[in-house]
């Protein structure tokens, strides 16, 4: 018997599934983590511009009130998120950089 | 490198000129009782578009109390910004719309509205300028507080 | 204008106030007065309230624009004596009847009195709410740089 009827027999793939976590490197699309942590990065920008504008609405006497509240809490919020990701993204590295080899 | 942006700037403006407010409408309210007073107002809108030109423009500089300003006016005084000046100078007479066998024509019952609704919005604005200047800090601070 | 102007302003008005109340109730108490220390009955009393632009206590710096562009504090002026007669009553045993025996009473109406204190009363708790409003603002601006 040869390894092609008993593959074809038992319906193995020899091939693995690239799993998200190999795509999300890199592998097939080009861009990968990079482009997410940028692409993160760019929301939340865009949170404290919308906060801005909402901000300048009410300065200048008309907007919502809890409008703006809300969107100055949410870009506060992400701004923290932010902040705690990229701690951690540093302690990773720094971690990885001890590796003894 | 700026760090504060014209957002800042314009909230900062905005309490100026509601404390211009607060004072006309206080003004007012001490008044509502003089014969032949005629309450004075101030257009917000119009006042916040001169904090912005007066901001915008360079203004002379003066290196003495006693110097007048650029257009004429009056010493700028040392603890006046320059919004407060220019939404001071839009201070006007207003038409007045409660007429009385004394002359007064005060509302005061709209005149409190407003001082409430003034009051909300200079509270807005501040906590605005507060929040901000909080996330700002969070970031300098390297998530600290 | 500034958070001191305002706090002028306002307690300005609750003085103006106050004096109107003082003046209302001093009417009211004197209402049936025949006799006073001035020789005849008593005379109502009437505010004369002004409105006055800041004098520049805290000097020139404070002095921002033309008075026109002030906002106004309120003050008493002067406090006159109501000139009109008060009316007549025929009471010939009166201790204050004149020779023809009238005895002339205070120029008191009891009702303008309750209205003005009313009045009164109403403004100063409006003046009394700027005072709060401007305290609950202060703490707003103050709370920026908590």
């Given at each position: 018997m040869s390894i092609e009827t008993i593959r074809s027999i038992v319906g193995i793939n020899p091939q693995p599934e690239v799993s998200q976590v190999e795509r999300s490197l890199g592998s097939?699309?080009?861009?990968g983590f990079a482009e997410t942590l940028g692409g993160a990065l760019q929301k939340v920008d865009q949170m404290q511009l919308n906060a801005d504008a909402q901000a300048d609405k009410v300065a200048m006497g008309g907007g919502n009130l809890h409008e703006m509240s809300m969107s100055l809490e949410e870009a506060d919020i992400s701004m923290r998120l932010a902040m705690k990701v990229r701690t951690k993204l540093v302690e990773a590295y720094q971690e990885i950089m001890r590796m003894s080899v | 490198m700026k760090l504060f942006d014209t957002t800042l700037t314009r909230l900062q403006q905005s309490l100026d000129v509601r404390l211009v407010e607060h004072n006309v409408l206080a003004g007012n309210i001490a008044n509502?009782?003089?014969?032949?007073y005629r309450p004075k107002e101030l257009d917000f809108s119009q006042a916040m578009a001169a904090a912005q030109q007066a901001a915008d423009t360079e203004m002379l500089a003066s290196t003495d109390a006693r110097h007048l300003g650029p257009?004429?006016?009056g010493p700028a005084g040392a603890g006046a910004s320059r919004a407060t000046f220019a939404a001071t100078t839009l201070v006007r007479d207003g038409v007045g719309n409660s007429p009385s066998l004394d002359g007064n024509q005060v509302d005061l019952d709209r005149t409190m509205a407003g001082l409430a609704e003034n009051s909300l919005q200079y509270g807005a604005s501040a906590r605005a300028a507060g929040k901000k200047l909080a996330i700002l800090r969070y970031v300098v601070s390297d998530g600290g507080s | 204008m500034d958070f001191l102007t305002a706090l002028r302003i306002s307690g300005a008005g609750l003085g103006v106030e106050r004096t109107r109340v003082n003046l209302a109730t001093s009417n009211l108490a004197n209402?049936?007065?025949?006799?006073?220390p001035e020789g005849g009955p008593y005379k109502r009393l009437d505010p004369v309230i002004q409105a006055v632009s800041f004098p520049s206590e805290l000097g020139?710096?404070?002095?921002?624009?033309?008075p026109a562009n002030q906002a106004m504090k309120a003050e008493i002026s002067a406090i006159v004596a109501d000139q009109t007669p008060g009316r007549r009553v025929?009471?010939?045993?009166?201790?204050?009847?004149?020779p023809e025996g009238f005895v002339v009473f205070p120029n008191v109406n009891p009702v303008h009195e309750v209205v003005n204190l009313m009045s009164a009363s109403r403004s100063y708790e409006a003046n009394a709410t700027a005072i709060d409003t401007l305290k609950s603002m202060a703490q707003r601006g103050l709370d920026i740089a908590r």
């Amino acid at each position: 018997m040869s390894i092609e009827t008993i593959r074809s027999i038992v319906g193995i793939n020899p091939q693995p599934e690239v799993s998200q976590v190999e795509r999300s490197l890199g592998s097939a699309s080009g861009g990968g983590f990079a482009e997410t942590l940028g692409g993160a990065l760019q929301k939340v920008d865009q949170m404290q511009l919308n906060a801005d504008a909402q901000a300048d609405k009410v300065a200048m006497g008309g907007g919502n009130l809890h409008e703006m509240s809300m969107s100055l809490e949410e870009a506060d919020i992400s701004m923290r998120l932010a902040m705690k990701v990229r701690t951690k993204l540093v302690e990773a590295y720094q971690e990885i950089m001890r590796m003894s080899v | 490198m700026k760090l504060f942006d014209t957002t800042l700037t314009r909230l900062q403006q905005s309490l100026d000129v509601r404390l211009v407010e607060h004072n006309v409408l206080a003004g007012n309210i001490a008044n509502s009782d003089t014969p032949g007073y005629r309450p004075k107002e101030l257009d917000f809108s119009q006042a916040m578009a001169a904090a912005q030109q007066a901001a915008d423009t360079e203004m002379l500089a003066s290196t003495d109390a006693r110097h007048l300003g650029p257009n004429g006016e009056g010493p700028a005084g040392a603890g006046a910004s320059r919004a407060t000046f220019a939404a001071t100078t839009l201070v006007r007479d207003g038409v007045g719309n409660s007429p009385s066998l004394d002359g007064n024509q005060v509302d005061l019952d709209r005149t409190m509205a407003g001082l409430a609704e003034n009051s909300l919005q200079y509270g807005a604005s501040a906590r605005a300028a507060g929040k901000k200047l909080a996330i700002l800090r969070y970031v300098v601070s390297d998530g600290g507080s | 204008m500034d958070f001191l102007t305002a706090l002028r302003i306002s307690g300005a008005g609750l003085g103006v106030e106050r004096t109107r109340v003082n003046l209302a109730t001093s009417n009211l108490a004197n209402a049936e007065t025949t006799r006073t220390p001035e020789g005849g009955p008593y005379k109502r009393l009437d505010p004369v309230i002004q409105a006055v632009s800041f004098p520049s206590e805290l000097g020139d710096a404070q002095q921002l624009g033309s008075p026109a562009n002030q906002a106004m504090k309120a003050e008493i002026s002067a406090i006159v004596a109501d000139q009109t007669p008060g009316r007549r009553v025929y009471s010939p045993g009166h201790p204050d009847a004149d020779p023809e025996g009238f005895v002339v009473f205070p120029n008191v109406n009891p009702v303008h009195e309750v209205v003005n204190l009313m009045s009164a009363s109403r403004s100063y708790e409006a003046n009394a709410t700027a005072i709060d409003t401007l305290k609950s603002m202060a703490q707003r601006g103050l709370d920026i740089a908590r």
